[in-house]
């Protein structure tokens, strides 16, 4: 497989998809979509150091279109605990970042050239800041937001390796 392109500024660039079993979800879209799965590599004890506390949930498996014309687009599944489904279901709002009421849901990650400015912007046009910024892997930075209908997402920063 060719390394990873990051997109132009502004792109889609990942896909996380939340599921409380991985082998279920991972049958599901290979058999309805034909989606390939690939290994998610071993993270390193600094990267589990500097990603202590953060909001973002465990990948497990990562995904490929079949569709070449979309390039390097792709994402993750991600595993999240019943009790955190159940979190959701009950509308706490306590250590989520989806509306209140609705179950986790699937989110788009946007490429940006710079994670403060890019948060500046959606604050500014009626979106809302959801969290601080957070290491991705060794590769990258993310924040999560709300646009101005409420749907959330997370914009990030691709920083090479060693971030």
Not at 31 to 46: G, H, I, L, N, R
Not at 132 to 153: C, Q
Request: hydrophobic share 35%; proline share 6%; net charge negative.
């Amino acid at each position: 497989m060719a390394p990873w392109t990051p997109p132009a500024n502004g792109s889609p660039c990942w896909i996380e998809i939340p599921v409380t079993n991985a082998e279920r979800a991972k049958n599901f879209y290979s058999s309805v979509f034909s989606w390939t799965f690939m290994a998610v590599p071993e993270k390193t004890e600094a990267q589990l150091a500097a990603e202590e506390g953060s909001p973002c949930n465990e990948t497990v498996a990562i995904f490929r279109y079949p569709d070449q014309s979309l390039g390097n687009l792709g994402g993750g599944l991600s595993l999240v605990s019943e009790e955190v489904m159940q979190r959701y279901k009950q509308a706490d709002g306590s250590s989520n970042f989806s509306k209140k009421g609705g179950k986790p849901g699937i989110t788009m990650y946007y490429m940006v050239a710079d994670l403060d400015k890019s948060m500046e912007a959606i604050v500014a046009n009626g979106g809302k800041k959801l969290s601080g910024e957070y290491p991705e892997g060794d590769h990258g930075k993310i924040m999560y937001a709300e646009d101005s209908e409420g749907n959330v997402l997370g914009i990030y920063k691709f920083v090479g390796a060693g971030c």
